[in-house]
Nanobody
């Protein structure tokens, strides 16, 4: 079965950290650009970060620059999102998406696969 599965979400206090994982099954991530997105209640989905397949170039939304780090481990067929210094406004369902393309341009508009999402709640 071809799918992306996110994990690692949970409840964390402001200033805390979480590491999200996006694991692929049924296909290999080597040739896919991977993006992380999030959607908070009542808000539109927004792009958080992306990593290319060609040279692992990374991109971040301004709201998470300096706090989040995306990385990929092709041997484990997994992409990670390390989230540090979390804020209440980071609370959302986080999704990963994969596009068979060397760079990140098509991930938001035309991914091949979406994961089911994982909830991140930042609250004291």
């Amino acid at each position: 079965q071809v799918q992306l599965v996110e994990s690692g979400g949970g409840l964390v206090q402001p200033g805390g950290s979480l590491r999200l994982s996006c694991a692929a099954s049924g296909f290999t991530l080597d040739y896919y650009a991977i993006g992380w997105f999030r959607q908070a209640p009542g808000k539109e989905r927004e792009g958080v970060s992306c990593i290319s397949s060609s040279d692992s170039s990374t991109y971040y939304a301004d709201s998470v620059k300096g706090r989040f780090t995306i990385s990929r481990d092709n041997a484990k067929n997994t992409v990670y999102l390390q989230m540090n210094s979390l804020k209440p406004e980071d609370t959302a369902v986080y999704y990963c998406a994969a596009a068979r393309y060397p760079t990140c341009e098509v991930v938001a508009g035309g991914p091949d696969f979406w994961g089911q999402g994982t909830q991140v709640t930042v609250s004291s």
